[in-house]
């Protein structure tokens, strides 16, 4: 079964854009089929990130109808691929039609992630709403802490399940894991330290866990990525029995 997951945060800065590519790329290094979707249509950051921050063809051109899907796909050298939005489209487009776009990159994948803008607002709610389930990227510090639970409470509207939780820039400072696991309500995935050494990645457009993969920040991407994954292999297994009792019940 392949899941759809919106990478969102209430909060600017947490590190939404790094944890949607890096987690992407190490489920990717994995064997999974994935796609990152960048729904920022208004400031986009994974094109520009990995260096690319002009493509001939982008997410936009596919919301307004002048492009199909697959001519808006780029292969990373990781493998991993990216529909990237972009950053000169002018004309004004809506996300109305995302889910209708995810649904498609479905059919092909094992994972599509979906980052998208910050704040709780309408453009977040179409995010949710076009995938099966969220990710709560978050800081330890009250503000950001405060912002994710907004996220959460939206989700929680829109009927969408949240994944877990993401906690970035960790060290000394700011709330402990316990306490922001009951805060949150959820299962933290894992936490991701700060490091300059993610700053280094992005200035020299590439995702930290192709640039240094045994760096601290790419294990910790490492590990969440093999905790959804096994959720993934566990879904599936699940799936698998449920279909067998139905069979025993049957022939009883």
Same mark, same amino acid.
């Given at each position: 079964?392949?899941?759809?997951?919106?990478?969102?945060?209430?909060?600017?800065?947490?590190?939404?854009?790094?944890?949607?590519?890096?987690? !992407?790329?190490?489920?990717?290094? =994995? !064997?999974?089929?994935?796609?990152?979707?960048?729904?920022?249509?208004?400031?986009?950051d994974?094109?520009?990130?990995?260096?690319?921050?002009?493509v001939?063809?982008?997410?936009?051109?596919?919301?307004?109808?002048?492009?199909?899907?697959?001519?808006?796909?780029?292969?990373?050298?990781?493998?991993?691929?990216?529909?990237?939005?972009?950053?000169?489209?002018?004309?004004?487009?809506e996300?109305?039609? =995302?889910?209708?776009?995810?649904?498609?990159?479905?059919?092909?994948?094992?994972?599509?992630?979906?980052?998208?803008?910050?704040?709780?607002?309408?453009?977040?709610?179409?995010?949710?709403?076009?995938?099966?389930?969220?990710?709560?990227?978050?800081?330890?510090?009250?503000?950001?802490?405060t912002?994710?639970?907004?996220?959460?409470?939206?989700?929680?509207?829109?009927?969408?399940?949240?994944t877990?939780?993401?906690?970035?820039?960790?060290?000394?400072?700011g709330?402990?894991?316990?306490?922001?696991?009951?805060?949150?309500?959820?299962?933290?995935? !894992?936490?991701?330290?700060?490091?300059?050494?993610?700053?280094?990645? =992005?200035l020299?457009?590439e995702?930290?866990?192709?640039?240094?993969?045994?760096?601290?920040?790419?294990?910790?991407? !490492?590990?969440?990525?093999?905790?959804?994954?096994?959720?993934?292999?566990?879904?599936?297994?699940?799936? =698998?029995?449920?279909?067998?009792?139905?069979?025993?019940?049957?022939?009883?």
């Amino acid at each position: 079964m392949t899941r759809s997951i919106a990478i969102v945060s209430g909060k600017g800065g947490v590190g939404k854009t790094t944890t949607a590519i890096n987690l !992407g790329i190490s489920l990717n290094n =994995l !064997g999974k089929s994935v796609t990152i979707v960048d729904a920022n249509i208004s400031t986009p950051d994974v094109a520009l990130s990995l260096g690319a921050p002009i493509v001939p063809i982008a997410l936009q051109h596919v919301l307004s109808g002048k492009a199909k899907t697959h001519n808006a796909i780029y292969r990373h050298n990781s493998g991993t691929k990216i529909l990237p939005s972009s950053l000169s489209f002018s004309e004004k487009v809506e996300l109305s039609k =995302l889910k209708e776009v995810v649904e498609e990159l479905k059919k092909s994948n094992d994972f599509v992630l979906v980052d998208c803008a910050a704040g709780v607002n309408d453009e977040l709610s179409r995010v949710m709403e076009s995938c099966d389930e969220c990710l709560i990227v978050t800081n330890p510090e009250i503000t950001a802490l405060t912002s994710a639970l907004k996220t959460i409470k939206l989700a929680k509207k829109l009927d969408r399940s949240v994944t877990g939780i993401i906690v970035n820039k960790t060290g000394k400072i700011g709330m402990k894991h316990d306490n922001i696991q009951s805060l949150l309500e959820h299962e933290i995935l !894992g936490e991701v330290p700060s490091d300059g050494g993610v700053r280094e990645a =992005l200035l020299s457009r590439e995702a930290i866990v192709s640039l240094d993969p045994k760096s601290k920040v790419s294990k910790s991407y !490492g590990q969440i990525a093999k905790r959804i994954s096994s959720e993934f292999n566990e879904s599936k297994f699940d799936k =698998l029995v449920d279909i067998l009792y139905s069979l025993r019940e049957m022939l009883e």
